[in-house]
């Protein structure tokens, strides 16, 4: 089975710096999925960053980028010039494979304050 | 955009009651998933579903059962609620090979 690790439970920042969260993962598998998705408060959970485990090319997303580490199954989210819209929760996820119901294991969350 | 919803926000139940929330998405998208959100433990997968009438358990499933008789209805059925299924609930929908679940906006189920 597939484990998702987060080990910060909350996070702060400052308006316009730069932040990175953690997420570690464990799997046997070669080929597989991985994501960040935004919870923000009272809204809708939705995708930040998906890669992809046989690029190598780290995946990029305006602001948000991620360092993806195979050999030590780490997965970090950087955002950069943060903004008090980024405050929210945040969950690294992954998924094994594409097939007929392609389910997701999430980490605990981590909760990040953009502070004025 | 896709959108998805569910039932109600917010939802308050007595021990024992029998508990529906629905989950409707408009994209035609062939899976389906109910998810239980904890502090602490992220999401977790109770049910999904990849066609009309077919279902599988997912890591959390006792307690549970799901329904879907059509393709965009995906229901979640707790047939005697408890205090340790005081939750939120969240709904996500996504094409049949695809790496890209939608959310719905939440329950939040309170059960006394």
Redesign the interface.
Known sequence: AQT?T?SQ?EMSVQEAETVTLSCTYDTSENNY?L?W?KQPPS?????VI?QEAYKQQNATENRFSVNFQKAAKSFSLKISDSQLGDTAMY?C?F?KQ????????????TRLMVKP | DVKVTQSSRYLVKRTGEKVFLECVQDMDHENMFWYRQDPGLGLRLIYFSYDVKMKEKGDIPEGYSVSREKKERFSLILESASTNQTSMYLCASSRLVSETQYFGPGTRLLVL
């Open positions: 998702v987060q439970p999925y994501f998705y809204r809708q959970m939705i995708l998906r969950f996820a998924m594409l097939s007929a119901g392609n389910m997701l294991t999430f980490g605990g969350g």
